[in-house]
């Protein structure tokens, strides 16, 4: 509760989880929002500017921007979820076992794959197993959680080498505890503070990730509205239609602004060393 | 000296679990690599000479030491659409890529570090704020649109500069850098803001230190005390972000090639993606790797020029 009132006295925090919230309702709530069906062509409004009707102007199939832009945030909340989810899924628990046996295990087949992995510029990894897998937004939303995962590995890692020697885990080791009650009961909850902090920083990566790969072809694919596919489309209109590139960039900057500021937020009252 | 052998030995188990983590790319294709590549029309030669080619017919683990011994003398294989190998392909792009770079990287220390030496002196005023603000703001626009919203306001809109296209330098050096600009700064600008953000948290973790005071104490103006006193203190979290940024870049310029059409590595690994040229895919990423891992080698390097205490064993905070 006393986080929760220092999170609250955070301004920046709280517009980031304010804005946060406004992308979850539109997703949700994306059908009675949109007034048109995003994927409805109507030939006769073909590349109209902002109006009255069309908020947002329509695209060369006279499509309604506005309304793909509202659809196109359901595609980025998944991408900010599914692709955190997955990184996390994979990395806490390689980290909470790593950080916590230690050993040649640890040492030169963990931290080294580790270090391997953030070896590849992310992107490239990413396109790489989108390549391999096909395309699609569940192959994106893999490549970009595997792409994620190192970092999680090292920050669960880093939690548990500070936790594992601390009085009261050595206490719980030596009522006989077993090692899987210690890591998940004890050592997991004190880690999580820093591992949600990464996660919400993640996202907003996750969502610029994800815009990019469906930018390039790779992630979403048509006719399904999502905000880096909308500009891929757009990119041919910029001369003739300049406002179809303009809606869905605000948005994603938005967004990947709200995550950004949650996390400073959340970093600023989980993790007060870094306050500066 | 015992240092950087030490340092260059780490970095041989890195390269061989990059190698085979390359190595695996070709064998997560979903069934058979060679029938995905060619198509089901194939004809059975093709199949089975694609198969040769890539070694698929031997065992996994003497397929990978074959490779590997071909890539340490710098045969990355042919590129199955291009037919040309594929060492040749990633020189012809470098060029234009490592221009991008360092275009990239000086724009964003043009920016970042007035700004951030700027928000670090002025530490809670209205310039730390508007630049802290600013550099969030910065560091949430994607780079791809901010590039496709500059090639609208400057190209189309005013025809200042161009919008796409590349001229190598050596052939007109004006038409290069005019070229270069857009590019250079829709990319600095995102990266300048994660640098500025560094360099401004490790320059108040110093300017509150025992020897800046003294420098204050003894009459030493603030320029030159943040200057010549401060700021190589601040280095070494600013070096690590720097050459995390190179990195990082590598995967940028990918879409930045693309938007901007620019014949660089980043575009040709795109180009390839769609061609289902496993092959180049392949060379490119292990080339992209190895270049990250000289980079964090070069800048592991710097940190102990920088900051001695590190080659002694010692480390920055101690």
């Known amino acids: ?276 | 000296m015992m240092f950087i052998l030490r340092r260059l030995l780490l970095t041989i188990p890195i390269l061989l679990l990059v190698s085979i983590l390359t190595f695996s790319l070709i064998h997560m294709i979903p069934g058979d690599p060679a029938r995905v590549i060619l198509g089901q029309e194939a004809t059975p030669e093709a199949y089975q000479a694609l198969r040769t080619e890539l070694g698929l017919d031997k065992p996994i683990v003497e397929q990978y030491f074959s490779w590997l011994g071909k890539v340490v003398t710098g045969d990355l294989g042919m590129s199955i659409t291009d037919r040309v190998p594929v060492i040749d392909l990633i020189i012809q792009r470098l060029p234009a890529t490592v221009e991008l770079t360092i275009g990239t990287f000086l724009v964003a220390i043009l920016i970042a570090f007035p700004a951030g030496i700027l928000a670090a002196v002025r530490r809670g005023t209205w310039v730390d704020y508007t630049s802290t603000f600013a550099a969030l703001g910065g560091m949430s626009i994607p780079s791809f649109w901010l590039a496709m919203m500059m090639i609208i306001f400057f190209a189309v809109e005013n025809q200042w500069l161009p919008s796409s296209g590349y001229v190598p330098f050596s052939e007109n050096p004006a038409q290069n850098l005019m070229a270069m600009i857009l590019p250079c700064v829709a990319t600095g600008l995102r990266e300048s803001a994660v640098l500025m953000r560094m360099l401004r948290s490790s320059l108040l973790d110093v300017v509150n230190m025992d020897f800046i005071r003294t420098a204050k104490a003894k009459g030493l103006n603030e320029a030159r005390t943040i200057l010549g006193h401060a700021l190589r203190n601040a280095m070494v979290p600013v070096i690590t972000t720097s050459g995390l940024m190179i990195a990082g870049l590598l995967g940028g310029l990918v879409i930045t090639e693309s938007i901007f059409s620019i014949p660089g590595f980043g575009r040709l690994i795109v180009e390839s993606v769609f061609k289902r040229d496993y092959v180049t895919v392949q060379g490119a990423i292990l080339v992209s790797a190895i270049l990250v891992v000289l980079v964090n080698l070069v800048v592991d390097i710097l940190y102990a020029v920088i900051d001695p205490r590190i080659k002694s064993g010692k480390g920055a905070g101690e």
């Open chain 1, 1 to 276: 509760m006393k986080t929760f009132r220092k999170f609250l006295r955070n301004g920046l925090g709280l517009i980031g989880a304010l804005i946060i919230l406004t992308l979850i309702v539109v997703a949700i709530f994306a059908p009675q929002i949109a007034p048109f069906d995003p994927n409805e062509q109507d030939y006769s409004k073909i590349l109209l500017p902002p109006g009255d009707e069309h908020w947002f102007g329509t695209d060369d199939l006279g499509r309604d921007i506005f309304s793909r832009v509202v659809y196109g945030a359901r595609i980025s909340i998944q991408a900010a979820l599914i692709s955190v989810g997955i990184a996390m899924l994979i990395g806490v628990p390689i980290g909470l076992l790593s950080g916590y046996y230690r050993g040649f295990w640890d040492e030169w087949i963990v931290m080294r794959s580790v270090d391997a992995m953030q070896a590849f510029p992310f992107l490239i990894l990413a396109l790489a197993i989108s390549a391999v897998l096909g395309s699609g937004f569940g192959n994106a939303m893999l490549a970009i959680g595997i792409g994620f995962s190192p970092a999680f590995v090292r920050i669960t890692r880093g939690q548990v080498l500070s936790l594992r020697n601390m009085e009261y885990i050595q206490a719980a080791r030596s009522v006989g505890v077993k090692d899987a009650r210690i890591i998940f009961r004890h050592i997991l909850p004190n880690a999580m503070n820093p591992i949600m902090i990464q996660a919400t920083l993640a996202m907003a990566s996750g969502i610029i990730a994800e815009a990019s790969l469906s930018y390039l072809g790779l992630g979403v694919q048509p006719p399904t509205p999502s905000w880096g596919s909308m500009l891929n489309h757009a990119q041919s209109l910029m001369s003739i239609a300049p406002y179809a590139t303009f809606y869905p960039g605000i948005a994603i900057f938005l967004v990947v602004l709200g995550f950004n500021l949650l996390g400073d937020g959340l970093q600023q009252v989980l993790d007060p060393r870094s306050r500066k």
